[in-house]
């Protein structure tokens, strides 16, 4: 929670001298709860590959502090571990358009025999989506 949350919900629960149109306000703003950074650091880099002469892209992001002795699933290495899983997901697939549909369609020259020309034209919409053998 930010430092500007706290203070509202302080001031809201201290019962002091609130006006009704601040009160109303700091009762918006604590409904509607804005996220939390998941990192405190990100940095955009590189490294160098000299055997391979490349460079090699590299992101390296800093979590919230843990403690020697927290607990595994502390908010650090809850971020951390859920950061990685989705860096590592599979990215979803987006379906083809209509033009192309239709140019995978076209590219497969004219069909003579129902069942195989279905499959033909399936095998070739899972290569349109990088899925098989090319």
Request: with cysteine.
């Amino acid at each position: 929670m930010s430092e500007l949350r706290k203070a509202a919900q302080v001031a809201l629960d201290s019962g002091g001298i609130i006006t009704a149109n601040i009160a109303q306000q700091l009762r918006a703003a604590l409904a509607d709860p804005q996220p939390e950074p998941v990192a405190r650091k990100v940095d955009a880099g590189f490294r160098w590959d000299g055997a391979n002469q490349q460079h090699i892209p590299t992101l390296t992001v800093e979590f919230d502090p843990v403690p020697a002795n927290a607990p595994n699933d502390s908010k650090g290495w809850a971020d951390r571990d859920a950061t990685a899983a989705m860096l590592k997901a599979p990215q979803a697939q987006q379906p083809l358009t209509r033009e192309q549909i239709d140019a995978v369609w076209s590219a497969q020259g004219s069909f003579t025999d129902r069942e195989s020309d279905y499959r033909c034209f399936a095998r070739a919409i899972e290569r349109a989506h990088g899925i098989g053998k090319p």
